[in-house]
């Protein structure tokens, strides 16, 4: 299995910018995606984007161009950077490591964007 820990969340205004980070150990050779999901209040989890072992990245349509997925394979770690933020935002936010037999998350972290 592997172990997943998120931080970076917060309260912040409406245009603010967040960094939330996902630290992953245990059996991340068996890592095939990374991905970040948020769920708000009252709604399904849903997913926000993803890095896979090739880089290859995918964006929800609703925060291309304002968010950035990245990685760091020397800290074991991936990144979502979240600009111009929207109190739409507003959800606690997760880490997934997705692979063979393989499907981890993490606790999760609170993003509040006020407005």
């Known amino acids: 299995q592997v172990h997943l820990v998120e931080s970076g969340g917060g309260l912040v205004q409406l245009g603010a910018s967040l960094r939330l980070s996902c630290a992953a150990s245990?059996?991340?050779?068996?890592?095939?995606?990374m991905r970040w999901y948020r769920q708000a209040p009252g709604k399904q989890r849903e997913i926000v984007a993803s890095?896979?072992?090739?880089?290859?990245?995918w964006y929800r349509d609703v925060v291309e161009g304002r968010f950035t997925i990245s990685r760091d394979n020397a800290k074991n770690t991936i990144y979502l950077q979240m600009n111009s933020l929207k109190p739409e935002d507003t959800a606690v936010y997760y880490c997934?490591?997705?692979?063979?037999?393989?499907?981890?998350w993490g606790q999760g972290t609170q993003v509040t964007v006020s407005s």
């Open positions: 997934n490591a997705f692979g063979t037999n393989l499907d981890s």
């Open positions: 245990g059996r991340i050779l068996n890592i095939d995606a």
């Open positions: 890095i896979t072992r090739h880089n290859n990245i």
